[in-house]
C-alpha cells in the first residue's frame, strides 16, 4: 500500500526559478527510498515538501499525498496533525535544530504531550525515548541543554523526538553529514536497527550514494532539480545509464562493502 505519492511537485522561487521541476515519486508502507543528488539538486526541498516545511517564498504546485492527506496546499493546522503522527523528519546539523534554550527532556516531551501523555508518564516516556536511542544516562541528558552534549548525542535526540510518535515515516535529511565518521556509522546503524523494528518507511536524502546503500534499497538520483534516473541499488550501481548516476557510482568507494556485492563491478 502506497503510503508516500509524489505527482508532478514543481517548486518554484517568487521569481519564477524553478527549484523542482515536475518530480513523481511513490514510497510505500515499510519500504525505504534514498534521495540522491548534489547540493542544489532539490533533495533537501523536495523532503521538506513532504511535511509542507518549504521556506518562505517557495511555492508548491502538483501533489503531494502523505497516509491519503493533501499536503500542497493543507492549511498549517492541518499540517501540524500530520507532522509527527504520519512523517516526522531528522536533519543535518541537531544544533539548528534543537531549541538551544531548552532541556533536552522537554524537546522530546513536546510530540509525547500531542499523544496525551502527562506527569509521570509522560517523564518515563521521555526517558525509554532516550534509552531507545542509545543513549546513556537518559536522565542528564534529559536535563541537559544542547550545547551541552556531543554532536552524536544532539543528534540522538533529534531522533528520539522524530521517532516519539512513531511516525509511518522518517524523512532524514543528511542526518550523519555533521558527524565524525565513527559516529556516523554508529548513527546509520542505530537508524537502520529502529525503523526495521518499527516496521517504518524511510525517505534518506544524502549525496553520498554508500551511505543511502546502508539504509535503503531503492534510490531516485537528482540533478538540476529533476529526476534523473531510479531504481533498486543493486540495478543502480551495476547497470547505470545516467552519466550523473555513473559518477556517483564510480566515486563510491565503499559501496562494495555496504551492498555486500563483490560482483557489482
Not at 31 to 53: C, D, P, Q
Amino acid at each position: 500500500m502506497t503510503l508516500l505519492d509524489i505527482r508532478g511537485l514543481t517548486l518554484r522561487t517568487a521569481d519564477g526559478t524553478t527549484l523542482v521541476d515536475d518530480l513523481s515519486l511513490s514510497v510505500a508502507r515499510g519500504e525505504r527510498l534514498g534521495l540522491i543528488g548534489e547540493s542544489g539538486s532539490g533533495k533537501s526541498l523536495t523532503a521538506l515538501a513532504v511535511l509542507g516545511l518549504l521556506p518562505e517564498g517557495i511555492t508548491a504546485t502538483g501533489s503531494v499525498e502523505l497516509a491519503g492527506t493533501q499536503i500542497v496546499g493543507a492549511r498549517e493546522e492541518h499540517l501540524t496533525r500530520v507532522r509527527g503522527r504520519d512523517a516526522a523528519v531528522v536533519f543535518q546539523e541537531p544544533l539548528t535544530a534543537l531549541d538551544p534554550l531548552m532541556r533536552a527532556g522537554r524537546q522530546v516531551a513536546e510530540p509525547l504531550r500531542r499523544r496525551g501523555l502527562k506527569g509521570a508518564a509522560l517523564k518515563k516516556a521521555v526517558v525509554d525515548a532516550l534509552e531507545q536511542v542509545r543513549l546513556a544516562e537518559p536522565d542528564r541528558i534529559a536535563r541537559s541543554f544542547p550545547h551541552e552534549m556531543s554532536g552524536g548525542q544532539r543528534q540522538r535526540v533529534a531522533l528520539a523526538m522524530a521517532l516519539a510518535c512513531e511516525p509511518k515515516l522518517l524523512i532524514a535529511d543528511e542526518p550523519t553529514t555533521a558527524l565524525d565518521v565513527s559516529v556516523q556509522a554508529e548513527m546509520l546503524d542505530l537508524i537502520d536497527t529502529l525503523v526495521r523494528e518499527r516496521g517504518m518507511a524511510v525517505v534518506f536524502v544524502s549525496h553520498d550514494l554508500a551511505v543511502v546503500a546502508r539504509i535503503t534499497d531503492r534510490a531516485l538520483v537528482m540533478r538540476g532539480g529533476r529526476a534523473v534516473e531510479e531504481g533498486t541499488l543493486l540495478d543502480l550501481v551495476r547497470s547505470p545509464n545516467h552519466p550523473y548516476t555513473k559518477a556517483l557510482v564510480g566515486s563510491a568507494r565503499r559501496l562494495e562493502s555496504a551492498l555486500n556485492m563483490g560482483d557489482a563491478q
